[in-house]
């Protein structure tokens, strides 16, 4: 069983940065893809980045290539998502997911394990 805990959201203005962590404890999952996602009120969630367990594989969705970077450090069990040029339509909860795979994938039906979600909010 691996537990995720997500941290680093928060207010901040358009075109500002946060840097979200996802930590892991429990087993660890330096053999587990991990990715990020989020969800914005009425909307369902989506797919925002993902890396795979050696981080030499990343994936991103259009919407934020070239502004966010996901990368991870296995030795403190750590996955990061580096948001710069933040918009407003990048407001939602963020969540962390690992998947039993050293494959990332952009399929939320393909994780296995799920943070509680840390809110990010852009204002205009």
């Known amino acids: 069983q691996v537990q995720l805990v997500e941290s680093g959201g928060g207010l901040v203005q358009a075109g500002g940065s946060l840097r979200l962590s996802c930590a892991a404890s429990?087993?660890?999952?330096?053999?587990?893809?991990t990715g990020w996602f989020r969800q914005a009120p009425g909307k369902e969630r989506e797919f925002v980045a993902a890396?795979?367990?050696?981080?030499?594989?990343?994936y991103y969705a259009d919407s934020v290539k070239g502004r966010f970077t996901i990368s991870r450090d296995n030795a403190k069990n750590t996955v990061y998502l580096q948001m710069n040029s933040l918009k407003p339509e990048d407001t939602a909860a963020y969540y962390c997911?690992?998947?039993?795979?050293?494959?990332?994938?952009?399929?939320?039906?393909?994780?296995?394990?799920w943070g509680q979600g840390t809110q990010v909010t852009v204002s205009s």
């Open positions: 997911a690992a998947r039993r795979s050293v494959i990332a994938s952009r399929a939320l039906n393909e994780y296995n394990y």
């Open positions: 429990g087993r660890t999952f330096s053999y587990y893809a």
């Open positions: 890396i795979s367990w050696t981080g030499s594989s990343t």
